[in-house]
């Protein structure tokens, strides 16, 4: 149950930044957990663990590394439409 629960969490941490920075995150659910626990692990990494547990993710800098991981994607993402097109 504790693997499900990291996935929703995820899954919620990835959807959460997407609607802060204004952009989807590509791959819709499985992009949104993938965000998620690439952006908690960033987040812990850069502000360490603090705030709030609940699924393995400590949720503000979870929720950071998240903003960050994907405003990043987003401009990585943009530059490539703006070469291809």
């Given amino acids: 149950m504790g693997f499900i629960w990291s996935l929703i969490i995820g899954g919620i941490l990835g959807w959460l930044g997407s609607l802060i920075v204004g952009r989807d995150v590509p791959g819709g659910i499985i992009g949104n957990i993938i965000a998620g626990f690439i952006g908690s692990w960033l987040g812990n990494f850069i502000l360490g663990?603090?705030?709030?547990?609940?699924?393995?993710?400590?949720?503000?800098?979870?929720?950071?590394?998240?903003?960050?991981?994907?405003?990043?994607?987003?401009?990585?993402?943009?530059?490539?439409?703006?070469?291809?097109?």
């Fill in 49 to 85: 663990q603090w705030g709030p547990e609940t699924g393995g993710f400590y949720i503000f800098p979870a929720l950071i590394g998240a903003i960050v991981l994907i405003f990043i994607l987003s401009l990585i993402l943009r530059s490539f439409k703006h070469r291809n097109a």
